[in-house]
Every structure is written in structure tokens, then in C-alpha cells.
């Protein structure tokens, strides 16, 4: 049996950031939903591969040994500048650390249980990207609550 990626909508990936205390939880999630990194590239994530002046995150070394650049999302800004100057970058856990603060948050949150929670590992929050690029419209703007 082939089990299908859990996506987010928008409004329940902001039900789950509202119960996600921990800063370095609540960048790393902000990354795979609104960035699309995956856990792995989240946790190697280091404040010499964000460059603000050209708005771009490098990953480096992500699947397949690859590296590409990802501009940063407007969204998250805020709470990417605070992660390098505070040094909450690199991420402070591992990934398996990681994938049981979501699976965690998602619970406290209500949405697992929408969901019934069959794929609760946070790489549907990289499989959610999708659904939210979709929101914009043709000039590449998008509604959203604030987060």
C-alpha cells in the first residue's frame, strides 16, 4: 500500500505555529513550509549560507549532493534575520529530534488528529509548498494571515 505525503493547508500550518514554543522548532518548520527544505538541509542550515543582500538561501549538499539556491520568502524574513543574529542557526537537533517536535506540535494543535496522522514525519510540510505556491495569484501575490 503507498501512503500519499499529509499536506497542510495554510491555516493549519499557522494552528501548528501557534503552539510551537521553541524558536529553533518554529524556523525550522517555517523553512520546510515556506522555503521547501527538507529536514536534512534545515538542520545543516548555516548563517554563511544565507545571504541577505541577494535574498537567497544556499543549500548546500542537499539530495543528491546537489546545491541550489532558494530565495528567501518575504514571510519568513523576520524570523530568519533574528535565527542568524541571535545564532539560533544552525538548528540546535537532529533530524530525528526534529521530526517529534512537529509530530509533537501537530498533536497539540488539533491538526493531527484532522488529518488522522497515518504520515507524521515534518517532511509534509515540504510536500505542502506545493499547495501553497498555488495560492498566488498571476502577479505573484499571495493573501495570507500573519503569522
Not at 1 to 19: Q, T, Y
Not at 33 to 38: A, D, W
Not at 113 to 120: H, R
Not at 121 to 137: A, K
Request: glycine content about 8%.
Amino acid at each position: 500500500m503507498i501512503r500519499l505525503p499529509l499536506v497542510l493547508s495554510e491555516d493549519e500550518f499557522v494552528r501548528l505555529l501557534g503552539v510551537t514554543s521553541c524558536f529553533h522548532h518554529r524556523l525550522a518548520f517555517l523553512l520546510g513550509f515556506y522555503e521547501g527544505l527538507r529536514v536534512s538541509e534545515v538542520v545543516r542550515l548555516l548563517p554563511v549560507d544565507v545571504d541577505f543582500g541577494q535574498r537567497l538561501i544556499r543549500v548546500r549538499q542537499g539530495k543528491g549532493g546537489k546545491d541550489r539556491n532558494i530565495p528567501i520568502n518575504p514571510f519568513i524574513w523576520k524570523d530568519l534575520s533574528k535565527a542568524v543574529k541571535t545564532g539560533v542557526l544552525p538548528i540546535k537537533c537532529g533530524v530525528r529530534a526534529l521530526e517529534r517536535a512537529f509530530k509533537r506540535n501537530l498533536l497539540k494543535s488539533g491538526v493531527g488528529k484532522d488529518k488522522g496522522l497515518f504520515y507524521s514525519e515534518s517532511h509534509f510540510t515540504r510536500c505542502s509548498v506545493i499547495r501553497y505556491l498555488r495560492n498566488f495569484d498571476e502577479k505573484g501575490i499571495i493573501k495570507r494571515r500573519e503569522l
